[in-house]
Structures are given as structure tokens and as C-alpha cells.
């Protein structure tokens, strides 16, 4: 499975910027695609994630009601629509595949089998 993220780019604080993540080289429908980011200096960490068949998107609390998680499934393709952009949203976005995950652990990175090359988000101030 190869999971290429697009979109990233250098906004100013309240834009809204789309992340695309285009997956091939499988099957998905036992698969659970989430994004994460990783701020400069810190962790990677959760974003949001929704199984590919279909079910409820989880968000971190930071991004919810601000992020909105999507997907196509003709395109192979989730999203990422992040309206109401902070600075301290500015860090490089993951998408991650992960095989047969329950929703308590979308959040551990351990679980995920595949992921993408990361795509820059800078939100100036």
C-alpha cells in the first residue's frame, strides 16, 4: 500500500487549506486511514481517522468543529479540510493506514502499517 498526501502549504491564521491523501496498491475495505501531525520539536499526534468502509470520524480535540475528515472512495482518496487555521496548527500532516484497527486505537501510530510522506502545513500569525 502507498499512500501519497498532497496540499500542504504556508497560509495565514483563519484560511482554510484541503489535504488530500490518494492510497493504491490494495484493497481497503479493512482498512483505517487517519492523519496525524508532527509540530516541530514535538510528537506526532492524531488528528482525525475513519475506517474506510464507512463508520464514525474521530478527532482530536484540538481540531474538532475546526477539521473535517472526508473521503472518495472511487479516487482512493481521504481528505482533510481544515478551516479556522492556528499557528499552532503549522506542522508536517501524515496520512497513515492501519489494518483492522477499533477505534480505541486510532490514536497509537503503533498500529498503523503505512504511511505517507507528510505534507507542510505553516499557518503564519
Known amino acids: 500500500v502507498q499512500l501519497q498526501a498532497s496540499g500542504g502549504g504556508l497560509v495565514q491564521a483563519g484560511d482554510s487549506l484541503t489535504l488530500s491523501c490518494a492510497a493504491s496498491?490494495?484493497?481497503?475495505?479493512?482498512?483505517?486511514f487517519s492523519w496525524f501531525r508532527q509540530a516541530p520539536g514535538k510528537e506526532r499526534e492524531f488528528v482525525a481517522g475513519r475506517r474506510w468502509s464507512g463508520g464514525s470520524e474521530f478527532y482530536a480535540d484540538s481540531v474538532r468543529g475546526r477539521f473535517t475528515y472526508s473521503r472518495d472512495k472511487a479516487k482512493n482518496t481521504v481528505y482533510l479540510q481544515m478551516n479556522s487555521l492556528k499557528p499552532e496548527d503549522t506542522a508536517v500532516y501524515y496520512c497513515?493506514?492501519?489494518?483492522?484497527?477499533?477505534?480505541?486505537?486510532?490514536?497509537?501510530?503503533?498500529?498503523?502499517?503505512?504511511w505517507g510522506q507528510g505534507t507542510l502545513v505553516t499557518v503564519s500569525s
Open positions: 497513515a493506514a492501519g489494518v483492522r484497527l477499533i477505534a480505541s486505537t486510532y490514536r497509537d501510530l503503533a498500529k498503523y502499517n503505512y
Open positions: 496498491g490494495g484493497t481497503f475495505s479493512d482498512y483505517t
